[in-house]
């Protein structure tokens, strides 16, 4: 199942894609589990449901139009608006360490994005007065569903509620030439962490670590790969996280980029102003983002 946060009017809500209908959550299940993704996810009974609900709605384009709004029509936010936390692995694709001229990691190299950074599908990445070196990374995401505290590889994939697309945009100069390399700030400028469209269910996705990932940067290719060249697939960070911190509902954890990034190219090629980029993985979707110069 495709299931996204929306705005429509006034109200914010969940809603489950069907075609091109977004199918309100709440209204199908009575209320439960409220109003927000993370709390759906984990919820045995409501997303048994909705699958009732897909199941309908597929073969019954009239009961959509009554019961849901056009796609076109609403406003998609980030599937999850404000995590708790989001993690990001680095340097978890063999080619990228290389042309980051890093060594490739022997174990997870893990940084956090804030999640004030977080923004959604079509909202503007906006550059910032302090930086003039802005990275597009595309990357694998994946929602926490259940509290998952010293989860082994083997268990670990039964904690993922959901996969997304998260573009890990990153101001190159604070984290490769100020002191100490300032990751964390790197990655947490306001509108750096682009996620969505929706979140799609694993039933749907299958083996995380098959997909196909690419960026696109006003129209032309600058990453394709596959989630099979990561170092650490999903199952892996779970573990290696949990060891050391519970991953909660709503829980957002990035894999880390492919090769291709603005900084790595020559010349560099920086975001600017007027660029549209696209992100977009095999069986979940694509994050489509403008950007902008920060007014
Ligand atoms: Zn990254």
Same mark, same amino acid.
């Given at each position: 199942?495709?299931?996204?946060?929306?705005?429509?009017?006034?109200?914010?809500?969940?809603?489950?894609?069907?075609?091109?209908?977004?199918?309100?959550?709440?209204?199908?299940?009575?209320?439960?589990?409220?109003?927000?993704?993370?709390?759906? *996810?984990?919820?045995? /009974?409501?997303?048994?449901?909705?699958?009732?609900?897909?199941?309908?709605?597929?073969? #019954? /384009?009239?009961? @959509? /139009?009554?019961?849901? *709004?056009?796609?076109?029509?609403?406003?998609? *936010?980030?599937?999850?608006?404000?995590?708790?936390?989001?993690?990001?692995?680095?340097?978890?694709?063999?080619?990228?360490?290389?042309?980051?001229?890093?060594?490739?990691?022997?174990?997870?190299?893990?940084?956090?994005?804030?999640?004030?950074?977080?923004?959604?599908?079509?909202?503007?990445?906006?550059?910032?007065?302090?930086? =003039?070196?802005?990275? +597009?990374?595309?990357? *694998?995401?994946?929602?926490?569903?259940?509290?998952?505290?010293?989860?082994?590889?083997?268990?670990?994939? #039964? +904690?993922?509620?959901?996969?997304?697309?998260?573009?890990?945009?990153?101001?190159?100069? +604070?984290?490769?030439?100020?002191?100490?390399?300032?990751?964390?700030?790197?990655?947490?400028?306001?509108?750096? @962490?682009?996620?969505?469209?929706?979140?799609?269910?694993?039933?749907?996705?299958?083996?995380?670590?098959?997909?196909?990932?690419?960026?696109?940067?006003?129209?032309?290719?600058?990453?394709?790969?596959?989630?099979?060249?990561?170092?650490?697939?999903?199952?892996?960070?779970?573990?290696?996280?949990?060891?050391?911190?519970?991953?909660?509902?709503?829980?957002?954890?990035?894999?880390?980029?492919?090769?291709?990034?603005?900084?790595?190219?020559?010349?560099?090629? +920086?975001?600017?102003?007027? =660029?549209?980029?696209? @992100?977009?993985?095999?069986?979940?979707?694509?994050?489509?983002?403008?950007?902008?110069?920060?007014?």
């Amino acid at each position: 199942m495709k299931l996204a946060t929306f705005r429509a009017g006034n109200k914010t809500g969940c809603g489950l894609l069907v075609g091109e209908t977004l199918l309100e959550v709440e209204t199908a299940t009575d209320g439960r589990p409220g109003p927000s993704l993370e709390n759906l *996810l984990g919820d045995e /009974a409501a997303l048994a449901t909705l699958r009732e609900l897909q199941r309908r709605g597929r073969g #019954d /384009a009239q009961f @959509c /139009a009554r019961n849901g *709004l056009p796609l076109a029509e609403v406003d998609l *936010l980030a599937p999850v608006p404000r995590p708790g936390k989001v993690l990001c692995l680095g340097l978890n694709y063999r080619d990228h360490a290389a042309e980051s001229g890093a060594p490739v990691p022997a174990e997870p190299v893990v940084f956090a994005k804030v999640s004030s950074s977080v923004t959604g599908p079509g909202r503007p990445i906006h550059i910032p007065e302090a930086s =003039d070196k802005i990275d +597009y990374e595309v990357e *694998l995401a994946f929602v926490i569903a259940r509290p998952a505290r010293r989860v082994t590889a083997d268990r670990a994939l #039964d +904690y993922v509620g959901g996969y997304t697309v998260l573009n890990d945009v990153s101001a190159r100069d +604070y984290q490769r030439e100020k002191p100490g390399g300032q990751w964390t700030l790197a990655k947490s400028f306001d509108t750096f @962490c682009p996620l969505g469209p929706w979140v799609v269910t694993p039933d749907e996705v299958g083996d995380p670590q098959t997909l196909a990932i690419e960026c696109r940067v006003s129209g032309e290719l600058m990453q394709s790969s596959s989630t099979s060249r990561m170092i650490f697939g999903v199952a892996e960070i779970i573990e290696y996280l949990t060891r050391v911190l519970t991953l909660e509902p709503g829980d957002v954890v990035a894999t880390g980029t492919p090769p291709g990034v603005g900084f790595a190219r020559t010349p560099p090629r +920086y975001l600017r102003d007027g =660029d549209i980029v696209q @992100c977009a993985i095999e069986r979940i979707g694509t994050l489509t983002n403008p950007v902008t110069a920060d007014a």
